[in-house]
Nanobody
Framework: QVHLVESGGGLVQAGGSLTLSCAAS????????IQWHRQAPGKERELVAG?????????LYADSVKGRFTISRDNTKNTAFLQMSSLKPEDTAVYYC?????????WGQGTQVTVSA
């Protein structure tokens, strides 16, 4: 019933750009905040960016991506986005979309982003 499906990952050279999408279904999308997380090989999953449910509140970014990544959402399309530019090899990870409201949280399956030197 509940689905979060990430897409847009792939292989890109350092300095390049990718935009990830998170398509949601099976729940009231505009009631949920959206967060993007990533997990690199051998490392803990970390929060990358967050956006409030209506898209007009505060946006949060990890220091490592601030100025390079932009989180957004289109509630009319039940879709969230993560625009990534000036990519670095250290951005290589599986990126996950999370929908969050109180104690309710849903996760997507993730999409691989690989940045080559």
């Amino acid at each position: 019933q509940v689905h979060l499906v990430e897409s847009g990952g792939g292989l890109v050279q350092a300095g390049g750009s990718l935009t990830l999408s998170c398509a949601a279904s099976g729940f009231t999308f505009n009631h949920y905040a959206i967060q993007w997380h990533r997990q690199a090989p051998g490392k803990e999953r970390e929060l990358v960016a967050g956006i409030s449910s209506n898209g007009n509140g505060n946006k949060l970014y990890a220091d490592s991506v601030k100025g390079r990544f932009t989180i957004s959402r289109d509630n009319t399309k039940n879709t969230a986005f993560l625009q990534m530019s000036s990519l670095k090899p250290e951005d290589t990870a599986v990126y996950y979309c999370q929908a969050l409201m109180g104690r309710s949280a849903y996760w997507g399956q993730g999409t691989q982003v690989t940045v080559s030197a």
